[in-house]
């Protein structure tokens, strides 16, 4: 299921699913550790009035899930006529601390007076690991906290008038039978339990006494910490100043820190301003406060798969901070630079991916080439995107402090190793393409590894290394000197790509992209033109949604044709503006403001019936959609 919200600080994330309800936690990284990580959990929210009963995510709400202006608060309206109440959150992960706190508005619709029951369900699978976790009711404090090792979470809520919760149990899930504690609600009555271990949950409740067409507030949150005492420092400052003080402050942050995107937002047709502003905010809650850069914290795929998307690509880092750096934006680069060093092998190149703490990520990757010698688990495209974009950033700025710090220690040892990783033909040793599929020398990633070695004899100049800079040039000039090799005739295409004697003449869109994006061919060169008419012809759904490549079978539905992506759609809008076919632009814009969740959400790709498929967000569909609309700012300026 997807995450149409998205609530962040760099320490704490939470994704909610379109019910409005906890689906990913993550702390202390975006992106590392999820304590309620797949399997289908969630926190539950119900509500008992006259007899009846009703969890959230069952058929009888109506809920409008969506962001609370252009801040990372979320908005979420959910309407039971039949229950006759209706409520109202606004959330947020708290701006300075570790909190995820919920506004929630009760209101009774009924033409009298009645009590309305609110239940807030917790689930955690701490560390990921669904054993060994205990959970306990604080009288003291009135609270419930769920912890094991160095992980806490405290959970409080108060009414209006600063009174606590009215009721509360805690239980085992999973085990001995038992579904979980949040079937105790159903009564409308809570048993009171005190302690469970194993694998734990809880529920808090609320007796509101509502009058007619009146309502109350409540007020909820989950404080977390390194220790019950850290998590309780938390809730105490929260509850001292008010939970509604702390939403209005990260609203305030927020406001702050989006503001730049907001200005340039102003220069869009205004149909596209508000999927802009979303956009940039959707990125920033992917980024884990030491640099990381997640593809997607949706985890809704470990329900089927064997990993999710909460990595760091370092290619997907370097397409997302693209338009970032565009706008403006310079801490979230030098965050990532700093972690792309740290990360970095001792030969000079990127892995795979990463956790956001810096550790390698899992990997498919076989450290044995076809050969039976070993070779690097890479794709070399990663390493490359980091240099280029570190060049792209310096041309900005020309920070020479910037580049003093980074040109040995990152600069160097990324350039040395893409110069030197090259086949006889000067051109770049065979490594999984972009897509992770074909182990292969591809157009996309030569063109990538071009413009990389290109930036980094730019750098290397500016640091009066002339004999790298000589040597890394060359290296270029001879990858550029040999581009016809990717030429297709026949099929009037770049190629995939090459391994040996063997030509992959499958038409692929990041072909076409990566030539025109990273310079490799001229823009006036007819063959790009004549490349964009056969992309048309053959990957491109009414000119408007584009395949990944032909016959992709990834998640593909059957009985049906690949599924289009935002991403490679987003790509040919992009050839569109180029070429000056605006109208192509347009159709290719209003397809994904169609398919966005009203809060601004991607996914990663939609079937024939524009359903989302895999995660949601790809913060990399984010990214390209404001990219393009970027490209069109930049086209207006020029006129």
């Known amino acids: 299921m997807s995450r149409p919200i998205l609530l962040s600080n760099g320490q704490m994330h939470v994704g909610l699913d379109p019910y409005g309800l906890v689906n990913d936690f993550y702390f202390p990284h975006v992106g590392l550790e999820n304590h309620t990580t797949g399997k289908n959990l969630r926190h539950r929210i119900g509500v008992f009035v006259e007899g009846s009963f009703s969890w959230l995510d069952d058929d009888s709400w109506e809920i409008r899930p969506d962001y609370y202006g252009d801040v990372l608060v979320s908005r979420i309206i959910a309407v039971n006529d039949r229950l006759q109440v209706r409520l109202e959150f606004d959330d947020c992960v708290d701006s300075e601390f570790t909190a995820f706190i919920r506004n929630i508005h009760v209101i009774n619709s009924a033409d009298r007076a009645r009590e309305i029951r609110l239940f807030m369900h917790q689930v955690f699978v701490i560390s990921d690991s669904n054993a060994s976790d205990t959970v306990q009711y604080l009288p003291e404090e009135r609270s419930v906290v769920h912890y094991k090792g160095h992980r806490s979470f405290i959970i409080k809520g108060m009414h209006s008038d600063s009174a606590p919760f009215d009721s509360y149990s805690v239980g085992i899930f999973g085990l001995e039978g038992r579904e979980g504690t949040f079937k105790d609600a159903e009564d409308g009555e809570l048993t009171g339990n005190n302690v469970e271990h194993g694998r734990v949950d809880s529920v808090i409740g609320f007796h509101l006494t509502i009058e007619s067409s009146s309502s109350q507030r409540v007020y909820y949150w989950i404080a977390a910490g390194r220790s019950e005492r850290e998590a309780q420092k938390i809730s105490n400052t929260i509850e001292h100043d008010g939970a509604l003080h702390h939403i209005l402050k990260t609203a305030n942050w927020w406001a702050q820190w989006v503001a730049p995107a907001k200005k340039l937002a102003a220069k869009l047709p205004e149909q596209y301003r508000q999927g ?31 990993d999710a998307y909460a990595y760091c690509w370092p290619r997907d880092a370097a397409h997302v901070l693209w338009p970032l750096m565009r706008i403006g934006y310079t801490e979230e680069l030098l965050k990532f630079f700093a972690f792309a060093r740290r990360s970095l092998h001792d030969d000079g190149y990127l892995s795979h991916k990463y956790q956001a703490d810096g550790a390698l990520g899992s990997s498919w990757h076989p450290r044995v080439a ?6 690097p688990p890479i794709q070399t495209d990663e390493t490359a995107l980091v240099m280029f974009l570190f060049g792209q950033y310096y041309r900005l700025h020309v920070d020479k402090e910037l580049l003093a710090n980074f040109y040995v220690t990152l600069i160097q040892p990324m350039a040395n190793f893409l110069s030197s990783y090259v086949d006889k033909n000067s051109l770049p040793l065979p490594s999984y393409d972009l897509w992770e599929e074909k182990d292969l020398t591809s157009t996309y990633t030569t063109a990538v590894t071009y413009a990389a070695l290109v930036e980094a004899a730019y750098l290397a100049e500016q640091c009066n290394d002339t004999e790298s800079a000589i040597r890394w040039r060359e290296a270029a000039d001879a990858m550029h000197a040999s581009r016809d090799t990717f030429w297709d005739e026949e099929r009037q295409y770049f190629i995939k790509g090459y391994l040996d004697a063997d030509i992959d003449r499958t038409i692929d869109s990041s072909s076409l992209y990566a030539v025109i994006m990273f310079g490799y061919f001229d823009l006036d060169d007819e063959r790009v033109n004549r490349a964009y008419e056969t992309m048309r012809n053959t990957i491109a759904i009414n000119e408007t949604k584009v395949l990944r490549y032909e016959h ?10 690949s599924n289009p992506w935002p991403v490679t759609s987003l790509w040919m ?21 169609s398919v966005m969740f009203p809060s601004g959400v991607l996914a990663e ?5 524009d359903q989302p498929l895999s995660v949601a967000p790809l913060t990399w569909s984010q990214a390209e959609y404001m990219s393009v609309l970027l490209d069109m700012i930049t086209d207006q300026e020029h006129v």
Do not use: C
């Not at 503006?577 to 605006?582: S, Y």
């Open 573 to 593: 809008a992009q050839y569109a503006l180029q070429h000056g076919d605006d109208t192509v632009a347009f159709r290719v814009l209003d397809w994904v403001q």
């Open 552 to 561: 992709d079978a990834y998640r593909r539905q059957d009985g049906e044709p």
């Open 605 to 609: 790709q939609y079937d024939m019936n």
């Open 276 to 306: 802009f502003i979303r956009s940039a905010l959707i990125i920033k809650s992917q980024l884990d406060k030491h640099g990381a850069v997640i593809a997607s914290t949706d985890t809704t795929m470990l329900n089927y798969e064997r």
């Open 370 to 375: 076809r050969d039976g010698q070993a070779a």
